[in-house]
C-alpha cells in the first residue's frame, strides 16, 4: 500500500509539473500587449497645503474687503493673496513615498494584472532598478526597458482632501528617449495590439516598426506632449485604429470651443475608433458608423483620480484582446454588414473601460479578473 501510495503521489507530482509547465507555455505562446510608454517615478506627498491656502486667502479678503470695501480692484486683490501666500510658513508638514508611475507604467499594471501577456517598452535613468524588480513581479515582461545615464524623471503629487496636483518634469522626460537605443523590430514578433502612451515624437519611430508587424494600433494623445493640430498632423500621418483623447485635451489641441461631435469631424482622421473622455461628465466612443455616449456611474468614496485615464485605456484593451483575434478580424468590423457587431464591441470594452476606472479610483489597486467581474457585477446589481 505504501509503494502504491507513493507511486500515486510521485504521478500526481509529475501531472501537477506538467500541468504548470504547459501553462507556462501557453502563456508564452499567446499574443501581447506591447505598451510604449512612460515609466518614471512619482513622489507622493499627502499635505492639507491646499486647505492652507484657501483659509488664509479667504480670511485675508475678507478682512480687507471688511475695512476697505471701497478700495477692492484686481491690483489689489492680487496684491493680497501675493502677500497672503508669502505669509504661509515655509514648511508645510505632510507624509510622502515613492512609487512607480507613468502611463506607460499604469496601464501595463493593470493589463498584466487581468492576466494578459503584457511587454512594456521605456526608457529609464539611473537609480531605477527597482521599479523594473518590481515590474518582474507582476509579470510583466521588462527585457525591453533600456535604461540611460540621466536622471530619472519624478512628478510630484500633491494630494489632498480638496483636490491632486500632478507637478512634472517635461525637460528630464524629454530625455528618456531611443534616441541610443539600438532596437530589434522582433520585439514585435509576438504582439497582438501595440498601444502608445502618451504618443509623442519620442516614440513615434518605435511604434511605426511596430506597426508594420499588421497589429492594432492604439495611441493615447495628451495636450502634454501634442499640443497643435500641426503636431499632430506630424505625429499621426497614417491612420490608427484607437485613439484615446480627454475632451478637454482634444479642445486645447484644436484650440477652441467645440462639442464633441464638432471636435470629432476634425480629429476622425487620426484613427478608425476615437474615444473621448470627460471625467465626471462620462465619455463617448465614435467610429464612422457609430456614436455612442457613456454616463458616469455614480460611486460615494473617490480615493485618488490619478491614474484614471491610463485604468480606462487597459480595461477596455484588455477586452478587445479576449474579443478580437487579430488586426484583420478587427478590421472587418467596420463593413457594412457589421455594424451591429461593431456596436456590441464597443459596447463591451467601454463597460470595461468605466469600471476598470472606477476600480482603480476606488481601490488604488490593479483588479485581477476575478475582482474586476466582482466588482461589475455588485454595480450592475446595485443599478
Not at 80 to 99: A, P
Not at 118 to 140: C, Q
Amino acid at each position: 500500500m505504501r509503494e502504491s501510495a507513493r507511486g500515486f503521489k510521485s504521478l500526481h507530482l509529475r501531472y501537477l509539473a506538467n500541468h504548470y509547465q504547459k501553462a507556462l507555455n501557453d502563456f508564452s505562446m499567446r499574443k501581447e500587449i506591447v505598451i510604449i510608454g512612460e515609466l518614471h517615478q512619482d513622489l507622493y506627498y499627502e499635505s492639507n497645503f491646499y486647505q492652507i491656502i484657501i483659509e488664509k486667502l479667504t480670511s485675508d479678503l475678507a478682512n480687507f474687503i471688511k475695512y476697505n470695501p471701497d478700495d477692492l480692484n484686481s491690483k489689489v486683490i492680487k496684491k493680497v493673496i501675493t502677500n497672503g501666500i508669502e505669509n504661509i510658513s515655509k514648511k508645510i508638514e505632510g507624509s510622502s513615498y515613492l512609487k512607480r508611475g507613468g502611463n506607460g507604467n499604469n496601464t501595463a499594471e493593470i493589463i498584466s494584472a487581468l492576466g494578459i501577456p503584457t511587454r512594456l517598452i521605456s526608457v529609464i535613468g539611473r537609480r531605477s532598478n527597482w521599479m523594473i524588480e518590481e515590474l518582474n513581479k507582476l509579470s510583466i515582461i521588462t527585457e525591453n526597458i533600456y535604461q540611460i545615464d540621466e536622471l530619472t524623471p519624478v512628478s510630484t503629487i500633491i494630494k489632498s482632501q480638496i483636490t491632486t496636483k500632478i507637478y512634472i518634469a517635461p525637460n528630464l522626460k524629454q530625455k528618456m528617449n531611443f534616441n541610443q537605443i539600438e532596437i530589434n523590430e522582433s520585439i514585435f514578433d509576438n504582439a497582438k495590439i501595440l498601444f502608445s502612451t502618451p504618443f509623442s515624437e519620442k516614440y513615434s519611430n518605435l511604434f511605426t516598426i511596430g506597426s508594420r508587424k499588421d497589429l492594432i494600433t492604439v495611441v493615447t494623445v495628451e495636450f502634454q506632449a501634442i499640443q497643435t493640430l500641426t503636431t499632430l498632423d506630424e505625429l499621426i500621418q497614417e491612420k490608427k485604429d484607437i485613439l484615446f483623447i480627454n475632451f478637454d485635451d482634444a479642445i486645447k489641441i484644436l484650440g477652441k470651443a467645440l462639442k464633441v461631435e464638432q471636435a470629432d469631424a476634425l480629429l476622425k482622421k487620426y484613427a478608425q475608433i476615437r474615444i473621448y473622455t470627460e471625467g465626471k461628465r462620462g465619455s463617448h466612443l465614435l467610429t464612422n458608423e457609430i456614436h455612442l455616449e457613456f454616463s458616469v456611474i455614480e460611486i460615494d468614496h473617490i480615493v485618488d483620480l490619478t491614474g484614471a485615464g491610463d485604468a480606462f485605456a487597459a480595461g477596455f484593451l484588455s477586452q478587445l484582446y479576449h474579443l478580437i483575434g487579430n488586426k484583420e478580424e478587427f478590421d472587418r468590423l467596420f463593413l457594412p454588414e457589421n455594424v451591429q457587431v461593431l456596436k456590441k464591441t464597443s459596447l463591451d470594452c467601454m463597460k470595461y473601460a468605466t469600471f476598470s476606472s472606477l476600480y482603480k479610483i476606488t481601490r488604488q489597486e490593479a483588479p485581477n479578473k476575478q475582482k474586476l467581474g466582482e466588482f461589475i457585477r455588485s454595480h450592475e446589481k446595485d443599478h
